[in-house]
C-alpha cells in the first residue's frame, strides 16, 4: 500500500498533467480560431499598436508553434500571406502591403537556419527566465512557511508571463540592433566626412601646386622688371650734370 505522502503526490502530478493538457488543448483552439480570421482581421492583428515590437517574432506573425516542421512553416506562410495579400484586399491596399511584408519578413526569417535557431533560443531563455523566477518565489515562500503555490502555477498565467517575457527579450535585443546600427552608421559617417576632407585637402595641394607652375614664369619677368627698374633710378640718382660757372659783375670805379 503506497504511503499517504506519496499517494498525494501522485494524485497532484496528475493533476498537474491534466490542467497542462487542458491548457495546451485550450491554447491549441485558440490559435486555430485565430489562424482562420478574416483578412481584415489579419491586417488589423499584424498591423496593431506595438506592432513593431508584437512582430519581432516570427513565430508569433505566423501563428505557428517553434516546433512546427519546414512543410507546415510553408503552408502556413501560403495561407497567410494570400489572406493579407494587396490584390486579395483592393480595399485597404496600403495597410494589406504593410501586413504582407510583416509575413513575408517573418517567413524569410524562419527559412534561415541560424536566425531561426537564434529565435528560438530567445523563446526558450524567454521560458526558462520565467521557470527560474517560480522557482526563486516557491523557494522564499517555503523558506517563510507560506504555501509555496503561486499565480503562474495557473497554465495560462505561466504562458502569459513567457509570452510578455519572451516580447521583452526581443525588444532588448531590437533596441541594441538599433543602437548598434545607429553607431556603425555613424561611424561609417565619420569616416566618410574624413575622405572627403583628405580628397578636398588633396586637391587644394595640387590646384595651388598647378597655379604656382603656371604664375613662376610671370613672377620671374616681374622680379626682373622690378630689378631692372630700381636700377635705373639708382644711375639716375648718382649721375651728376656739370653747373656752368657764375658770372662775376665787373666793378666800375
Known amino acids: 500500500m503506497a504511503a499517504p505522502g506519496a499517494s498525494q503526490a501522485q494524485s497532484s502530478g496528475a493533476g498537474d498533467d491534466v490542467a497542462f493538457q487542458t491548457f495546451y488543448t485550450e491554447v491549441k483552439q485558440i490559435e486555430k480560431r485565430d489562424s482562420v480570421l478574416t483578412s481584415k482581421q489579419q491586417i488589423d492583428r499584424l498591423l496593431r499598436p506595438g506592432s513593431s515590437y508584437f512582430n519581432l517574432n516570427p513565430f508569433e506573425v505566423l501563428q505557428i508553434d517553434p516546433d512546427a516542421t519546414d512543410e507546415e512553416l510553408k503552408k502556413r506562410f501560403r495561407q497567410l500571406s494570400i489572406l493579407v495579400h494587396p490584390d486579395k484586399n483592393q480595399d485597404d491596399p496600403d495597410r494589406a502591403q504593410q501586413a504582407f511584408e510583416a509575413v513575408d519578413k517573418a517567413y524569410k526569417l524562419l527559412l534561415d537556419a541560424e536566425q531561426k535557431k537564434r529565435i528560438i533560443d530567445v523563446i526558450h531563455a524567454g521560458k526558462e527566465y520565467v521557470e527560474h523566477m517560480m522557482s526563486q518565489k516557491k523557494k522564499q515562500l517555503k523558506k517563510d512557511g507560506k504555501p509555496t503555490f503561486i499565480e503562474e502555477d495557473d497554465p495560462e498565467v505561466f504562458r502569459q508571463a513567457v ?48 597655379n604656382f607652375e603656371e604664375t613662376r614664369d610671370g613672377r620671374v619677368d616681374s622680379w626682373r622688371n622690378f630689378q631692372a627698374k630700381g636700377k635705373t633710378k639708382k644711375e639716375k640718382k648718382n649721375r651728376t650734370f656739370l653747373k656752368p660757372p657764375k658770372v662775376k659783375m665787373e666793378q666800375r670805379e
Not at 170 to 196: D, G, P, S, T, Y
Open 163 to 210: 509570452y510578455k517575457q519572451t516580447m521583452k527579450l526581443f525588444a532588448e535585443l531590437e533596441i541594441k540592433r538599433k543602437e548598434r546600427e545607429a553607431k556603425e552608421m555613424h561611424e561609417r559617417k565619420r569616416q566618410r566626412e574624413e575622405e572627403i576632407e583628405t580628397q578636398e585637402k588633396a586637391k587644394r595641394e595640387r590646384e595651388w601646386q598647378k
